[in-house]
C-alpha cells in the first residue's frame, strides 16, 4: 500500500481506472480498508487493540457484524485458523 501497488484478490488485474459497479467497488474498497489496517504498526494502535485475543474465524467471522461486543472483544485482523 506505500508503494501504491497493491492488487485486490477479489478482482486480479483490476486497475485504477477500471470502472466497477457499486457493490464490487464496496468489495474492492473493504479489502482495500482491511490490508491497509493489517499494515499498520502494532506501536501505531493503542494497548486494547494490540492486546486483543485473536477470533478463530480471522477476517472471515461473521460474528463481528452484528454482535459489537465481539467485535471489540476479539481481534479479526488476522487469518482464519479454525476448520482452516
Known amino acids: 500500500l506505500q508503494l501504491l501497488v497493491f492488487s485486490l484478490a477479489v478482482f486480479p488485474g483490476m486497475k485504477s481506472d477500471t470502472v466497477v459497479c457499486y457493490r464490487c467497488c464496496l468489495k474492492s474498497v473493504?479489502?482495500?480498508?482491511?490490508?491497509?489496517?493489517k499494515d499498520l504498526p502494532d506501536d501505531d494502535l493503542p494497548d486494547q487493540v494490540t492486546q486483543r485475543p485473536d477470533c478463530y474465524w480471522g477476517r472471515n467471522?461473521?460474528?463481528q457484524t452484528n454482535k459489537p461486543d465481539h467485535a471489540k472483544r476479539?481481534?479479526?485482523?488476522c487469518d482464519q485458523t479454525r476448520f482452516s
Not at 473493504?30 to 489496517?37: D, K, P, S, T
Not at 476479539?74 to 485482523?77: A, E, L, P, S, T
Open 30 to 37: 473493504q479489502e482495500l480498508a482491511y490490508f491497509y489496517r
Open 61 to 63: 467471522c461473521r460474528t
Open 74 to 77: 476479539y481481534n479479526h485482523i
